[in-house]
């Protein structure tokens, strides 16, 4: 269960995390913090919602049993739905975001950040990039400069996502996790192995 009552690194947000900013950052110019907490959220936003669905009916039957007052148990409420709404506006603008790319790039996408193993199986199952690691990482950063582009075409700037997701804990801490955490290189064996990234070329 994926609990916006936990810290993301207690729902293996964290090894996502690492990676996304690492590679993020490597050489300026990538990819906002923000922007990388919205796209490794992505995955598990319906899952989210589910939660927040399970805690709103058990907060609605708290309110009969008299443990909490009814004017608690109605802001809670309200709180969490509020939550679910910023949710439901990320998903549609990542969804928006996603139709302005190319299958290439929402492979590049899917690989670095949404690591969805059924997805990269099935969709993308017959999707390979015969090319040195440098011409990968220039396409992973080609593909970040078009995604700042997109993420501000939908309106979802970093003013946004701070008045939207500020007060929600779960993001915060998802937020604080791609800020801080110190992380070595990108490259993991699944590059070399399903991206068939070679090291250098024969001269």
């Keep these: 269960m994926l609990s916006i009552c936990k810290k993301p690194c207690d729902n293996g947000f964290a090894d996502g995390a690492e990676r996304g900013a690492d590679a993020g950052r490597k050489g300026g110019g990538g990819v906002k913090d923000y922007q990388i907490v919205s796209l490794l959220l992505y995955p598990k936003l319906e899952r989210l919602n589910e939660d927040i669905g399970k805690?709103?009916?058990?907060?609605?039957?708290?309110?009969?049993?008299?443990?909490?007052?009814?004017?608690?148990?109605?802001?809670?409420?309200?709180?969490?739905?509020?939550?679910?709404?910023?949710?439901?506006?990320?998903?549609?603008?990542?969804?928006?975001?996603?139709?302005?790319?190319?299958?290439?790039?929402?492979?590049?996408?899917?690989?670095?950040?949404?690591?969805?193993?059924?997805?990269?199986?099935?969709?993308?199952?017959?999707?390979?990039?015969?090319?040195?690691?440098?011409?990968?990482?220039?396409?992973?950063?080609?593909?970040?400069?078009?995604?700042?582009?997109?993420?501000?075409?939908?309106?979802?700037?970093?003013?946004?996502?701070?008045?939207?997701?500020?007060?929600v804990p779960y993001v915060a801490a998802a937020l604080e996790c791609v800020r801080e955490k110190k992380v070595g290189g990108f490259v993991d064996k699944r590059t070399k192995a399903e991206l068939r990234c070679a090291r250098r070329r024969a001269q």
């Design 55 to 167: 805690i709103v009916e058990a907060k609605a039957q708290a309110s009969y049993t008299g443990k909490e007052s009814a004017e608690s148990c109605v802001q809670k409420i309200l709180d969490y739905l509020y939550v679910r709404d910023c949710f439901a506006v990320l998903k549609e603008g990542l969804d928006k975001i996603l139709e302005g790319l190319s299958r290439e790039e929402k492979y590049l996408l899917e690989y670095k950040y949404f690591r969805r193993t059924g997805v990269l199986q099935g969709e993308f199952a017959d999707m390979r990039m015969d090319c040195v690691q440098r011409t990968y990482f220039r396409r992973q950063k080609r593909l970040e400069g078009k995604l700042g582009c997109l993420f501000l075409r939908e309106g979802m700037d970093e003013n946004w996502f701070a008045k939207a997701f500020g007060s």
